[in-house]
């Protein structure tokens, strides 16, 4: 298994000329997002959930150009959209991730009772003002401490399941017709085991150009995005190989 850095460095290789044409992909799905966002939040907790399901099959797609990549395969659109089948999984992924957070938001919110964090955590507060808003809207320090506190535990806990699932589109884009969704995720989670802490430290190495992207007004992220998803896709791909008995043990079934 290459080191977080080889990985990097290899993602980076992958994407070299075809950069620019990802970043203008990846602009197109953000002001999708955002125009079907801003049409539609703040309706209702269904509304939000629809609009949370598009927006993950909109970003899967550069998932998929991502993937592409790491194999070596150019940016066309014939390779870059999803057969049938793909897309009945990638739904099923997309509900299964809505559901889960979903499922988290509501366990933090009866830990948190009355505190102000409930609101929080279920509101667009949580992306526009952050920890300011916890800050804010609390009546003291021992309330402060406490929101921070079931913040920190929120987070903990929502890495720990974007780590043990996100690798099961890459799953589905290899295309194992032997593999139905029930043994997909199955094979996810065996295939990430032991491997989680390599897989957040690889995504968290990104925050320094994250933080530089925000200076951009957003803009650098049409950079980063791309250079995060092929490198995620890569540390598939050599975690295929670190376990390829695993592979040949399900498929062969």
């Given at each position: ?9 290899q ?44 927006a993950?099959i ?18 066309t ?21 809505i ?41 003291g ?17 929502a890495?720990y ?49 994250f933080i ?42």
């Amino acid at each position: 298994m290459l080191s977080n850095r080889k990985i990097k460095l290899q993602a980076r290789s992958r994407l070299s000329s075809h950069w620019p044409l990802f970043a203008i992909i990846t602009l197109i799905v953000f002001v999708l997002t955002f125009i079907i966002n801003y049409i539609f939040a703040r309706k209702n907790i269904i509304i939000t959930n629809i609009i949370a399901f598009f927006a993950i099959i909109l970003m899967n797609f550069l998932s998929k150009i991502a993937f592409n990549l790491s194999i070596e395969e150019e940016i066309t659109l014939e390779n870059s959209i999803f057969d049938l089948r793909s897309f009945v999984k990638m739904c099923n992924y997309s509900i299964m991730i809505i559901l889960l957070y979903n499922i988290l938001n509501f366990m933090v919110g009866i830990a948190a009772k009355g505190s102000d964090f409930a609101g929080f955590i279920s509101s667009n507060h949580f992306v526009h003002e952050g920890i300011l808003y916890i800050i804010a809207k609390t009546g003291g320090i021992p309330d402060i401490l406490f929101n921070i506190f079931l913040l920190i535990i929120y987070f903990i806990m929502a890495s720990y399941i974007f780590c043990s699932i996100v690798l099961y589109k890459y799953v589905v884009f290899s295309q194992y017709d032997q593999i139905g969704p029930t043994n997909t995720i199955r094979f996810t989670l065996k295939l990430v085991k032991d491997y989680k802490w390599r897989l957040f430290s690889l995504i968290i190495s990104f925050t320094g150009w994250f933080i530089l992207s925000i200076f951009t007004f957003g803009i650098g992220l049409v950079l980063l995005v791309p250079y995060i998803k092929v490198s995620i896709a890569v540390f598939y791909s050599q975690l295929l190989k670190e376990k390829k008995d695993l592979l040949a043990k399900l498929v062969h079934k």
